[in-house]
């Protein structure tokens, strides 16, 4: 079975302060996706990445970043956490879109920013 | 605009009652259109993924049918262990693209 592992089930961070949140994933999965997910509107995506040391943006990528050293380790990275980034953070991972793979998502990580 | 949209929002079955959810699609060039299951405070976790209009999959009291432009989840005899919300999501064409339906909520009560 797929494994996508995120390091913090709950996290709580002071505004300002510089975050991440690490995810693994131990399938060899060329692409990884962080999306977060805040109720009423569904999951958005943030950043994903195809290939090592490759990422493209999703549609909410302002206020984040991210890095892809290694092929399993996609890290999202809060570069300034503020309080509307206070949500439920879900790492996935998949084969290329080309083979129809589903994604394979992880436990998520809850940040509270206060 | 390429969108998922998933219908009743909310469903709520007595045990034993057999229902459907219902996934409608947008997205041109599908590439696999996927259900998960997400329980509270948890990650999805992957159900299905059907390919072609025609295919049906099945797990246990779920089974899952497609066609050119929906998707259905039927759930027969429902336990109270199946309350989860419900999500479709289509993989479309585009790199990195996937188009997530809001889910249903489904509830099952002794």
């Known amino acids: 079975d797929v494994k996508v592992t995120q390091s913090s089930r709950y996290l709580v961070k002071r505004t300002g302060e510089k975050v991440f949140l690490e995810c693994v994933q131990d399938?060899?999965?060329?692409?990884m996706f962080w999306y977060r997910q805040d109720p009423g509107l569904g999951l958005r995506l943030i950043y994903f990445?195809?290939?090592?040391?490759?990422?493209e943006k999703g549609d909410i990528p302002e206020g984040y970043s991210v890095s892809r050293e290694k092929k399993e380790r996609f890290s999202l990275i809060l570069e300034s956490a503020s309080t509307n980034q206070t949500s439920m953070y879900l790492c996935?991972?998949?084969?290329?879109?080309?083979?129809?793979?589903?994604?394979?998502f992880g436990n998520g990580t809850r940040l509270t920013v206060t | 605009e390429d969108q998922v949209t998933q219908s009743p929002e909310a469903l709520r079955l007595q045990e034993g009652e057999s229902s459907s959810l219902n996934c409608s699609y947008t997205?041109?060039?599908?590439?696999?259109l996927f259900w998960y299951r997400q329980d509270p405070g948890k990650g999805p976790e992957f159900l299905f993924t059907l390919y072609s209009a025609g295919e049906e999959k099945e797990k246990e009291r779920l089974k899952a049918t497609l066609t050119k432009k929906e998707s259905f989840l039927h759930i027969t005899a429902p336990k109270p262990e199946d309350s989860a919300t419900y999500l479709c999501?289509?993989?479309?064409?585009?790199?990195?693209?996937?188009?997530f339906g809001r889910g249903t909520q489904l509830t099952v009560w002794p």
């Open positions: 999501v289509d993989r479309g064409s585009t790199l990195g693209r996937l188009y």
């Open positions: 997205v041109s060039g599908l590439r696999g």
């Open positions: 990445s195809y290939d090592v040391k490759m990422k």
């Open positions: 996935a991972s998949s084969l290329p879109a080309g083979q129809g793979s589903p994604l394979h």
């Open positions: 399938m060899d999965h060329e692409n």
